[in-house]
């Protein structure tokens, strides 16, 4: 058979005030007060229009550059916003210029349809029936 639980020896009340002191401190070490605060660009933005009997007097106001900016910026492309590609799936197509000039009168890389006498009459015929 297993064996009872071993009974737990009562908690000292000097060493958990300490235990205590110490994870409080290590929390207010790394905390870090935030004064300035913005929207997330990755998030959308919606906005909720007023009352229409109603005039506003934030609407009268200037808009804020740095807002405009950020909002601007986040309905970029990709290729408009980064350098190079940021995950494996932009890169595929991520350059969209060709390689190499083509030239529409290389028959080595344009495969345009061309008409013979028998595609001439083969289109003729399906017309009739």
Not at 17 to 45: C, G, M, V
Not at 71 to 77: A, D, G, H, S
Not at 82 to 110: F, H, S
């Given at each position: 058979?297993?064996?009872?639980?071993?009974?737990?020896?009562?908690?000292?009340?000097?060493?958990q005030?300490?235990?205590?002191?110490?994870?409080?401190r290590?929390e207010?070490?790394?905390?870090?007060l935030?004064?300035?605060f913005n929207?997330n660009p990755?998030?959308?933005?919606?906005c909720?229009t007023?009352?229409?009997?109603?005039?506003?007097?934030e609407?009268d106001?200037e808009?804020?550059?740095n807002?405009?900016?950020?909002?601007?910026?986040?309905?970029?492309?990709?290729?408009?916003?980064?350098?190079?590609?940021?995950?494996?799936?932009?890169?595929?197509?991520?350059?969209?210029?060709?390689l190499?000039?083509?030239?529409?009168k290389?028959?080595?890389?344009?495969?345009?349809?061309?008409?013979?006498?028998?595609?001439?009459?083969?289109?003729l015929s399906?017309?009739?029936t």
């Amino acid at each position: 058979m297993a064996k009872p639980p071993a009974e737990k020896p009562p908690k000292d009340m000097v060493h958990q005030l300490a235990f205590d002191r110490e994870s409080i401190r290590k929390e207010l070490h790394s905390l870090k007060l935030k004064t300035t605060f913005n929207i997330n660009p990755r998030s959308k933005f919606h906005c909720i229009t007023g009352k229409p009997n109603v005039q506003d007097l934030e609407m009268d106001s200037e808009e804020d550059q740095n807002l405009a900016k950020i909002l601007w910026r986040n309905f970029l492309e990709p290729r408009m916003k980064y350098t190079v590609p940021q995950t494996e799936a932009q890169e595929i197509g991520w350059i969209t210029t060709p390689l190499i000039d083509t030239d529409p009168k290389d028959r080595r890389l344009n495969f345009h349809r061309r008409s013979n006498e028998i595609t001439k009459f083969v289109a003729l015929s399906s017309k009739t029936t």
